[in-house]
């Protein structure tokens, strides 16, 4: 089992920046992938960005590649999304997820709100 406890959501205005943390029990990053996922209003959940558990492959999301960047602290055993440039489109609850990138992710955070006002 693990478990996910995701923090640092909040309102910002465009262009600022938050960092998102995502602390996992249970098991250690470098047995499990990690990814950040994001579901806006009325929208379907998207999957932002991807860690893979050796740490040496990342992925983003054309939306915020250039903008957002993974990070992780092996030694607290969290990740960190780095978000720069942030953009009213990207208001969305935020979820971090831990498995398997190729076969799905079966563990998931509460979710937190990040709010971007115009």
């Known amino acids: 089992q693990v478990q996910l406890v995701e923090s640092g959501g909040g309102l910002v205005q465009a262009g600022g920046s938050l960092r998102l943390s995502c602390a996992a029990s249970g098991r250690s990053f470098s047995s499990i992938d990690m990814a950040w996922f994001r579901q806006g209003p009325g929208k379907e959940r998207e999957l932002i960005g991807a860690?893979?558990?050796?740490?040496?492959?990342?992925y983003y999301a054309d939306s915020v590649k250039g903008r957002f960047i993974i990070s992780r602290d092996t030694a607290k055993n969290t990740m960190y999304l780095h978000m720069n440039n942030l953009k009213p489109e990207d208001t969305a609850v935020y979820y971090c997820?831990?498995?398997?990138?190729?076969?799905?992710?079966?563990?998931w955070g509460q979710g937190t709100q990040v709010t971007v006002s115009s």
């Open positions: 860690r893979s558990r050796s740490g040496g492959n990342n």
């Open positions: 997820a831990a498995g398997d990138i190729r076969r799905g992710y079966d563990y």
